[in-house]
């Protein structure tokens, strides 16, 4: 049997390398996980309700890109939000944003540009699914730093010029997983500059816009209309996993321009898998209630809060923008994973497995992501033990 070789060098995935690399040693205390990005915040009360009413309707197949009760209910807030008016044609429903990230590349990026192998572009580190999609359509993933020399985001204007000819993609998470950092209006507006002046398409991840310290981060579908940029260069992921804390309703949307949306549409109907209809439902109220939204991002202010005085005078501690991970400094991410396990039982998970090297370097080697999803009382004992006892 012959397989692609495109994979071929490609890591384990990053959960069973932390498995590989702990689950062989016992836990030095109570085991506390601060490793998935699973919310933990109860669930809306009305998914129940909402769920138990449209049980008849898993009899039913479910349209493809969605109902118009729900995408008129993602339109909505998108204008309440960001301000900006879609038709529903600009939209499509997704089984997460997971989905959505790599069908959008195979429906979009080019086989190839100006003649030569296509590039996509990601940070580094990353989400798993952005190098994967590039690899799944021969195009070549380019890995720019996103460190704290560059403000935890990828400086894409900086890459050489026979490399950006050739972008066809180029993702973007914000706020950014791991780090926590927030793309700024400028931010957005000086790629949209760059992706017209080289022809390529902006992929926003946007599943955590809702997680914030201080201020709601900036979208890219806002900036994209204030700064006048072509509607087919910019498509945002958004997700109810982290916004509603549904990651098991496996819910989200993509949205941008007429003629892509077109094509991701096609491909849905003749490879995807549409949503079912009491899951939509439920979406449906859940992109149209914002009080669930408000109380659980109160509950991750606390939470920012609880960090900042745990690591309170620390070397290198960052406190994020949005989302709800700690980057934290150390010598090297897998020895304190390791160490932090067998001595205290708190799991974290080590910066490199969400990174690649790169000329021998690996941006996530001296991290490690830290998971804020748990109550706050566990929480505040995890990251204390782990205060002490890899800076104590």
């Known amino acids: 049997m012959v397989f692609p070789q495109r994979f071929s060098n490609l890591p384990d995935y990053a959960f069973p390398r932390l498995r590989t690399l702990l689950d062989a040693h016992a836990p030095g205390g109570e085991a506390i996980a601060m490793t998935i990005g699973e919310p933990r915040h109860p669930m809306p009360d009305f998914v129940g309700p909402v769920l138990a009413d449209s049980l ?47 069908n959008a590349a195979v429906a979009l990026c080019p086989e190839e540009k100006n003649g030569k192998r296509p590039v996509v572009l990601m940070p580094n580190p990353f989400y798993q699914v952005y190098a994967i999609a590039a690899l799944a359509l021969g195009a070549e993933p380019i890995y720019v730093p996103a460190t704290a020399a560059t403000g935890f985001l990828p400086d894409y204007a900086s890459l050489p010029k026979d490399i950006l000819d050739r972008v066809a993609v180029a993702y973007l998470c914000s706020p950014a997983n791991p780090q926590g950092a927030v793309a700024s209006r400028d931010y957005w507006a000086g790629l949209m500059a760059l992706a017209e002046q080289y022809d390529f398409r902006i992929f926003a991840d946007e599943c955590y816009s809702e997680i914030w310290r201080k201020t709601p981060p900036a979208g890219a579908l806002e900036v994209a209309e204030a700064t006048g940029t072509d509607p087919e260069r910019v498509f945002v992921f958004h997700s109810l996993s982290k916004r509603s804390n549904l990651p098991g309703l496996r819910s989200g949307f993509v949205a941008g321009g007429q003629q892509g949306m077109a094509r991701i549409r096609q491909l849905r109907a003749f490879a995807g898998a549409p949503l079912p209809l009491p899951i939509q439902r439920v979406s449906e109220r859940a992109w149209a209630d914002e009080a669930h939204v408000e109380a659980s991002r109160a509950l991750y202010q606390q939470k920012f809060a609880v960090a900042d005085q745990v690591f309170a005078g620390m070397q290198g501690y960052q406190g994020p923008e949005g989302g709800f991970f700690l980057w934290l400094p150390v010598p090297d991410g897998e020895t304190a994973a390791l160490k932090l396990w067998q001595e205290t039982g708190v799991r974290v ?29 566990e929480m505040q004992r995890g990251l204390t033990r782990l205060r002490d006892c890899l800076y104590g």
């Open 56 to 102: 008849a309707e898993f009899a039913i197949y479910p349209p493809n890109d969605g109902t118009p009760e729900l995408l008129g209910a993602i339109s909505g807030w998108l204008q309440r939000r960001y301000g900006v008016d879609l038709a529903q044609n600009r939209i499509m429903v997704l089984n997460g944003t997971r989905e959505g990230l790599f």
């Open 349 to 377: 998970l080590p910066g490199a497995y969400l990174s690649r090297d790169v000329n021998g370097d690996n941006p996530g080697q001296g991290y490690i992501r830290v998971a804020m999803v748990a109550p706050i009382d």
